[in-house]
Every structure is written in structure tokens, then in C-alpha cells.
Antibody
Framework: QVQLQQWGAGLLKPSETLSLTCAVDGGSFGNSYWTWIRQSPGRGLEWIGE???????DYNPSFKSRVTISLDTSKNQFSLKLTSLTAADTAFYYC??????????????WGPGTLVTVSS | DIQLTQSPSSLSASVGDRVTIACRAGQNISNYLNWYQQTPGKAPKLLIY???SLQSGVPSRFSGSGSATHFTLNITSLHPEDFATYYC?????????FGQGTKVDIK
């Protein structure tokens, strides 16, 4: 059964870059897409973007100029970088697997989440 | 982006109650609608996918229905562990979007 573990810096300053990594335990990248989602009280749940095992990515246009998702297949890990942080980027960040076929897509499982706080 | 609006935003109920949560989409999303449950301090957990398919391991007291723009999540008899926040999510169009959540708390 696939489980996700995630880590990264939790306290950053405005203008800095967020960097998080998610490890896929109990399975390979397979044919799934691997996703980053964030959650904040003001903006709710927001899909940031995703990547598949060959490195094809899809990003939310809201983040597109600031976000990079990459993967390391040798370590079964994928990563998120978000640049030019502001206080509005303060949120819980989750990694998740995007399962399904065609337009039937759902997120399962999710990582435990990482609280990222942006403050000077 | 496709907007999803859940109602109510919160509700109070008792153990054993039947609960219905609605999710309305801003445009026709066919049946590309999923439901998640989130308890405090935890990540969301998939309950139902493709409107009405129960995720493995999820109790049968949970069910989903609907199509096009109107969807519902039903819990036939609330258990203590069901007090949580529930979210709908559409996969019809990118970017995937979520409803704002419905918090179910103890009356």
C-alpha cells in the first residue's frame, strides 16, 4: 500500500523559496500523477500542480510563474519549489497521488502535510 | 476555474442522525466529482470518487449521488468518528478545484 512522507523547511521569509520533498513508500511512480495541494484558512484547498513518472508536468495557472515540480525516480521522490513567497503562501502543503483514468481523477493517498509559514 | 459551492457550511448533528451535504458546481461537470473527509490535524481522506463509487475501506453508511451540477454526500447514521469536515472536488477541468468545506460537529 502506497504511503507518502514529506518534509521541508517550515519557516521562511518573504521573497524566499519554498522547497518540499515527498517520498513514495510501498510502490513505484507507476502510471499515476504526483500532486501538490495546499490548504489555508483564507483560500481553502488549492491544487498547485503535478508530475508523472516521465516528468510531464501540469501547473495551476495561479502558480505557474512561481512553481516547479520535479522528480527523482531513483529515490522514488518528487519535489515542490515555490519562489517569491509572500505571507499569502502560508499554508499546509500536502503531497498526494492522483489516481484514475481520463477525467476521472482523485487524490489518494495524501501525505501528512507540512505547515509552511512565511513571516519576516 | 470551476467553482464548487457546498451547503451548508456547517451543521450540528447527533450520533445516529442522517446527514446530507450538497455540492453545487458552477457548470456541468458530468459525474467527475469526489468527496473527502478531514479530521483536525490530518490530511483529507478520500471517501467517494466518480460521484458514487465508495473508496475501499470506507463504511457503507457513506454514499454519494448526483450529476451535472448538483451532488450530495449522505451519511445514513452518524458515528462519533464521522464528526469532521467534508470537501467535494471536481476533476472535469483543470485545475481541479475543491468546495469550501462542510463542518459536521456534535449537537
Amino acid at each position: 500500500q502506497v504511503q507518502l512522507q514529506q518534509w521541508g523547511a517550515g519557516l521562511l521569509k518573504p521573497s524566499e523559496t519554498l522547497s518540499l520533498t515527498c517520498a513514495v513508500d510501498g510502490g513505484s511512480f507507476g502510471n499515476s500523477y504526483w500532486t501538490w495541494i495546499r490548504q489555508s484558512p483564507g483560500r481553502g484547498l488549492e491544487w498547485i500542480g503535478e508530475i508523472n513518472r516521465v516528468g510531464s508536468t501540469d501547473y495551476n495557472p495561479s502558480f505557474k510563474s512561481r512553481v516547479t515540480i520535479s522528480l527523482d525516480t531513483s529515490k522514488n521522490q518528487f519535489s515542490l519549489k515555490l519562489t517569491s513567497l509572500t505571507a499569502a503562501d502560508t499554508a499546509f502543503y500536502y503531497c498526494a497521488r492522483n489516481l484514475g483514468w481520463l477525467a476521472y481523477n482523485w487524490f489518494d493517498p495524501w501525505g501528512p502535510g507540512t505547515l509552511v509559514t512565511v513571516s519576516s | 476555474d470551476i467553482q464548487l459551492t457546498q451547503s451548508p457550511s456547517s451543521l450540528s448533528a447527533s450520533v445516529g442522525d442522517r446527514v446530507t451535504i450538497a455540492c453545487r458546481a458552477g457548470q456541468n461537470i458530468s459525474n467527475y466529482l469526489n468527496w473527502y473527509q478531514q479530521t483536525p490535524g490530518k490530511a483529507p481522506k478520500l471517501l467517494i470518487y466518480a460521484t458514487s463509487s465508495l473508496q475501499s475501506g470506507v463504511p457503507s453508511r457513506f454514499s454519494g449521488s448526483g450529476s451535472a451540477t448538483h451532488f450530495t454526500l449522505n451519511i445514513t447514521s452518524l458515528h462519533p468518528e464521522d464528526f469532521a469536515t467534508y470537501y467535494c472536488q471536481q476533476s472535469h477541468s483543470s485545475p481541479p478545484t475543491f468546495g469550501q468545506g462542510t463542518k459536521v460537529d456534535i449537537k
